[in-house]
Nanobody, 122 residues
Framework: QVQFVESGGGLVQPGGSLRLSCEAS????????MAWYRQAPGKQRALIAH???????DYPESVKGRFTISRDNAKNTLYLQMNSLKPEDTAVYYC????????????????WGQGTQVTVSS
């Protein structure tokens, strides 16, 4: 059974940084594109970072240049380095595998982890 465990969130001041981690199990991690999503209160979950099985990355304009996604296949772990954080980055952050290497592909699994809360506030 696939499982995602996100960690690393917290309270940070505007302009600060955080590094999120997502440990995956129950799947062959290295075979799949992976992604980070976030859900702010009252909003739908949104894709914010994508990495292919081969390591190519892509981001929406809202986080491009500030966020960096990476993966460690030996540890079955996905990372998100977030710099220059803004109050509008406040959300619960989740990870999931992607159905394909395409940036526009849907999440592969209906199972989601508990997420990790990121709050950007002074």
């Amino acid at each position: 059974q696939v499982q995602f465990v996100e960690s690393g969130g917290g309270l940070v001041q505007p302009g600060g940084s955080l590094r999120l981690s997502c440990e995956a199990s129950g799947m062959i991690f290295s075979h799949y594109a992976m992604a980070w999503y976030r859900q702010a209160p009252g909003k739908q979950r949104a894709l914010i970072a994508h990495i292919t099985a081969g390591g190519s990355t892509d981001y929406p304009e809202s986080v491009k240049g500030r966020f960096t996604i990476s993966r460690d296949n030996a540890k079955n772990t996905l990372y998100l380095q977030m710099n220059s954080l803004k109050p509008e980055d406040t959300a619960v952050y989740y990870c999931n595998a992607k159905a394909s290497d395409s940036y526009y592909s849907a999440p592969k699994y209906i199972v989601w982890g508990q997420g990790t809360q990121v709050t950007v506030s002074s």
